[in-house]
């Protein structure tokens, strides 16, 4: 591998006066016991776009995701110091409630994991809980998540069958909209095509260009044509820190930092 300089970085800044941002980190750190695997990454993500994080395995993509919306409090070993800024509030801090902070900022995992329940009670579990009761309220809340996750369509005849019996590629989109029924701000997913065939990832994908215009979209991925495809902006982590964020056609065709360009011409390590 070769050795870049970790120090060199070219990270694009908003002015929130033009572009609001949804979401920002201002110098977070991730530590697993003693070992600092996020080494001071500052970014702030615009709102109604998507923006994907890429880089090698191991680089702290997932890592980083996961402090968005505190998944790393799960892991006891992990700590997690800086900033991470949601409508003018610091959500890092200690006197913040997860439970509620997370309606607003919502994850999909990597491998799909529906309930063993039906498709139905998928969607209406999370709002359930949180206290709606009205039928109508919830039938209209799975006719319309499920639209926006492009499944309705597919399952509108079989809502009261079982999740598992749905393909990958479906239970992926199922998935996403349990995690919109929520009416999340902003939706975190960590390579959540990576466990897809090529037709069910290109659905995914279409549906992410879909839910843009409600939400904003931060995306983990391996996959470069992925990135290039879907994301308006992409940030490129190497070792713990974002060497780069940008435009993605810029990423992509001029990028500034020469660990960005190995990267993405296959030059890298
Ligand atoms: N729960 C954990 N406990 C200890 N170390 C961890 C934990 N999770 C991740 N790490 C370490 O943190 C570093 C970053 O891992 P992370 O999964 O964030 O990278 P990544 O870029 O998402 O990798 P991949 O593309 O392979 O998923 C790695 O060295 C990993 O071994």
Not at 41 to 69: A, C, D, E, H, W
Not at 119 to 132: K, L
Not at 155 to 174: I, M, Y
């Amino acid at each position: 591998m070769k050795d870049y300089d970790l120090t060199k970085t070219a990270i694009k800044t908003f002015d929130p006066e033009v572009q609001e941002i949804a979401l920002s980190t201002d110098d977070l750190h991730v530590f697993y016991g003693s070992k600092e695997q996020i080494k001071g990454v500052s970014l702030q993500f615009p709102r109604y776009q998507i923006s994907s994080i890429i880089g090698s395995s191991g680089s702290g993509k997932s890592t980083y995701l996961r402090s968005l919306n505190r998944m790393n409090d799960e892991i006891q070993i992990a700590r997690v110091t800086g900033k991470i800024m949601y409508r003018g509030l610091d959500i890092n801090q200690p006197k913040i409630d997860v439970f509620e902070m997370r309606k607003h900022i919502g994850m999909v995992f990597q491998r799909p994991n529906p309930f063993a329940k039906s498709i139905y009670d998928n969607i209406t579990f999370a709002p359930i809980r949180h206290g709606v009761k009205d039928k109508k309220v919830l039938d209209q809340l799975v006719e319309t998540t499920l639209q926006q996750a492009g499944l309705w369509k597919e399952v509108k005849d079989t809502l009261h069958k079982s999740a598992l019996a749905l393909s990958g590629g479906q239970q992926q989109r199922l998935c996403i909209a349990r995690a919109i029924a929520m009416k999340p701000d902003i939706l975190l997913l960590d390579e959540p095509a990576s466990a897809l065939d090529p037709i069910s990832t290109s659905v995914v994908e279409d549906t992410l260009a879909q839910l843009k215009a409600h939400y904003t979209i931060i995306i983990v991925t391996h996959n470069m044509q992925q990135a290039a495809r879907i994301s308006d902006y992409t940030a490129f982590f190497h070792q713990g820190v974002a060497l780069e964020y940008a435009e993605t056609k810029r990423i992509f065709t001029k990028p500034a930092i020469q660990a960005t360009d190995d990267y993405v011409s296959g030059h890298f390590g």
